[in-house]
């Protein structure tokens, strides 16, 4: 199964607060700060919703 890499690349901090749980769930505590996760319709979701502060890789 195909996983995503996820890397927060700009600051939760002036988003809304639902956008800062959001990387908080995804496990991202801080700028620079990178997770993989499996390519699952949930994480999906919450990469989307956190799209302008995250860039998205897939890897296998």
């Not at 749980?21 to 989307?48: A, N, Q, Y």
């Amino acid at each position: 199964m195909a996983k995503l890499k996820v890397t927060q690349i700009k600051s939760g901090i002036g988003g809304k607060q639902y956008q800062r749980d959001t990387l908080r769930s995804l496990g991202l505590k801080r700028i620079g700060d990178t997770v993989v996760k499996e390519d699952r319709p949930e994480f999906r979701g919450m990469v989307r919703t956190v799209a302008h502060l995250v860039t998205v890789e897939e890897v296998d």
